[in-house]
């Protein structure tokens, strides 16, 4: 059974930090990228952050640079989200996913654009920063 349980969302005050999780089980870990995902009311999903579990490539948007951390435990099939000086327009509920990714293929921004399919999806956590 393949499963993405996320946690770590919350509430925090604008400049504040949070550490999202994504405990993944049901397949290889380390044949799979995993990606972080959010979706505010009335926005368009966006990519945050993607990670390489094979050789440790990671992607971040442009909105997250220098502010968000991405990172991967193989032997614990974890991969966690480490989010920094918080803003309010980081408010959203925050999702990780998994795809299957082929040898030859290379991590890229286009994993974070909305036509990129991943296979699995967790159930999000909603992360909310006040001003």
């Known amino acids: 059974e393949v499963q993405l349980v996320e946690s770590g969302g919350g509430l925090v005050q604008a400049g504040g930090s949070l550490r999202l999780s994504c405990a993944a089980s049901?397949?290889?870990?380390?044949?799979?990228?995993i990606g972080w995902f959010r979706q505010a009311p009335g926005k368009e999903r966006e990519g945050v952050s993607c990670i390489s579990n094979s050789d440790g490539v990671t992607v971040y948007a442009d909105s997250v640079k220098g502010r968000f951390t991405i990172s991967s435990d193989n032997a614990k099939n974890t991969v966690r989200l480490q989010m920094n000086s918080l803003k309010p327009e980081d408010t959203a509920v925050y999702y990780c996913?998994?795809?299957?990714?082929?040898?030859?293929?290379?991590?890229?921004?286009?994993?974070?654009?909305?036509?990129?399919?991943?296979?699995?999806w967790g159930q999000g956590t909603q992360v909310t920063v006040s001003s």
């Open positions: 996913a998994a795809v299957l990714l082929a040898d030859w293929e290379v991590l890229t921004s286009s994993h974070l654009a909305p036509s990129y399919e991943y296979d699995y």
């Open positions: 049901g397949f290889t870990f380390d044949d799979y990228a």
